[in-house]
């Protein structure tokens, strides 16, 4: 087994304390299935597999986002993740995953000083003017706390936690051995793709713990919005900031969860709706580079209506490709076009693994016909764009058809937006903000330069693949030449077919072997008992206790083909 193979004595504490709370919240079953009892009894851990009554009431959503909320920061941030999969699970699990709180307890100021002092140069009372010892808020990986500049402009100051990295490595280390167990152990989970999952979010952890990218993201973002003064992004105080922090303009608005103190305030709802909704659709179907988590704590609203965003850790990035296929599909759906919706998910599908075949797939196409059918002659005011996104991708989730990674965060913001733009204005046309979007987008690639764009990346990957033909035609006749040049050809169904002729030769075999053992021991029994031959029932007695041995094994292999079958 490969938790047999841990070397890393640093872990194994670790690993304890995650089958100890996998089994306290009723997954006992799966910690036995993949090996990790076994690892840990080795070590000379103690397990208890009894869970408390009232945790195995709870529906197995509720279980597990318990589970990664008590595992601590890396699984919050895990569980965070998966809640951007909309593509891999059904909408109860997203629910829950969605309600997983990136909080934690505050370090207090003098434990964070040291560091704060390295990465500033200097003592942080020799740069700010004020300096509030009491944290605003505090996330797993970091808490902020407010401050004053010598010229009296406010910021915030994001500091890591110390010593947070060696831990989320650990994890992440963990969760890849286990990701790669439950693949190989599991096949019943297989098709929630937990290697791929795990991949993606270590790069999008480790992305998150470098501060400094936060900020250039933040910048790319402003930049985007530099002729848009009702969206407004925190300055970023560059001659401060770092891998471990990050300092910025502090954001004095109100919050996205507090439409009362909106409302006190005199905003415009129905105009904050848009505005949002607009930015975020330029960022993704415009810009390809987005906020991938606009919820309401990420989002404040200011005087005159205008809105800040914060938080950049989580973003998404989108090529002029795939916003051209977002904008097709978004299109179709509002316009009811079943061909052009049903081909481009198709296509999305397409790119993750498929064991269906064309049967399976004209299946798929007649269901995403049926369902863009179901929307027809909805007047435009009337779509929940979000739902049917929603039901689009179920569709292809239980056709076992996941989507890339950017396009599941793409997915999970824009039902994100759509429901915070229900929030403010419950008459909110999702459709109506993004149709200027779609056409302008789908325009602009019949321009001039669009084409003749398209028509130069043509023609240089042509002239490349030319120019490159009478090399690779030397290097294929001389590996001919010198009879190294090997063609495989590999028929599934027929290797298939190969390995069970295989197995039944080996029975048939095995059979023979056992009735002539049979056969021969009967002889010997028989034989006449003279005093030369006094040994030869004992070596019948031999023969058939070796032909039972052999029978018994050839009704095990027969029994544990049919259930493999």
Known sequence: MLWQAIGAVRDLGRLHEIAGVLIRYGFGDMVRRIGMAQALEGAGKALHWREPEQLARLEPPARVRRALEELGPSFVKLGQILATRVDLFPPEWIAEFSKLQDDAPARSFAEIHAQLTEDLGEPPENIFAELDLHPLAAASLAQVHRAKLADGSAVVLKIRRPGIRPTVEADLRLLAR?????????????????????????????????????????????????????????????????????????????????????DAAGLDRKLLARRGAEAVLKMMLEDGFFHADPHPGNVFYLPDNRIAFIDFGMVGRLPEERRIQVASLLHGLLTRDTETVAGVLLDWGSEGESSGGDAELTRLKSEIGSFVDMYHGVPLHGLNMGAMLSDLVSILREHGLPLPPDLALMLKAFITLEGMGRQLDPDFDMAAEATPFLKNILLAQTTPDALARRGWHALTDTIGLVSSLPKDLRQFLRAARRGKLQVQVEILPLKQFGQQIDRAASRLALSISIAALIIGSAIVMTADRSAALTALPSFGLLGFIAAVIGGLWLLLSIWRSGRSD
Request: net charge negative.
């Open 178 to 262: 286990l990701a790669e167990i439950i693949e190989t152990e599991t096949p019943d989970l297989r098709r929630y793709r937990p290697q791929e999952v795990v991949r993606q979010f270590t790069l999008s952890l480790r992305r998150e713990l470098d501060f400094a990218a936060e900020c250039r993201n933040a910048e790319r973002i402003a930049d985007q919005f530099i002729d848009h003064p009702e969206i407004l992004i925190p300055r970023i105080h560059w001659q401060w900031c770092g891998e471990r922090l990050n300092v910025q303009d502090f954001v004095e608005g109100i919050s996205g969860r507090d439409l009362a103190a909106a």
